[in-house]
């Protein structure tokens, strides 16, 4: 059973820095890239970074370039979103899941982890 596991949101200031966590089960992690994705209210849940299976390419949407990194440890089947220089429209619920341009369990979307930038 494919499972996702987001942690490491909260509450924090403008231009302020948080660190996510995702870890995943059910599958198996190498072979596939791994993505973060955002949903704020109202909106569509959007792509924001993604990293290949072996970490040698990573995408980022053009909101989020320069700020935020992604990165992944294999040996413990987690991706992490490095978010820096935060700002209030960052503000929505993080996932993760398995590929690099889509999500390949699209119907197994973990709990999420909510990020809110507000002073």
């Known amino acids: 059973q494919v499972r996702y596991v987001e942690s490491g949101g909260g509450l924090v200031q403008p231009g302020g820095s948080l660190r996510l966590s995702c870890t995943a089960s059910g599958f198996t992690f190498t072979t596939y890239g791994m993505a973060w994705y955002r949903q704020a209210p109202g909106k569509d849940r959007e792509l924001v970074a993604s990293v290949a299976k072996s970490s040698g390419s990573t995408n980022y949407v053009d909101s989020v370039r320069g700020r935020f990194t992604i990165s992944r440890d294999n040996t413990k089947n987690m991706v992490i979103l490095q978010m820096t220089n935060l700002k209030p429209e960052d503000s929505a619920v993080y996932y993760c899941?398995?590929?690099?341009?889509?999500?390949?369990?699209?119907?197994?979307w973990g709990q999420g982890t909510q990020v809110t930038v507000s002073s």
């Open positions: 899941n398995a590929g690099f341009k889509y999500p390949v369990h699209a119907t197994s």
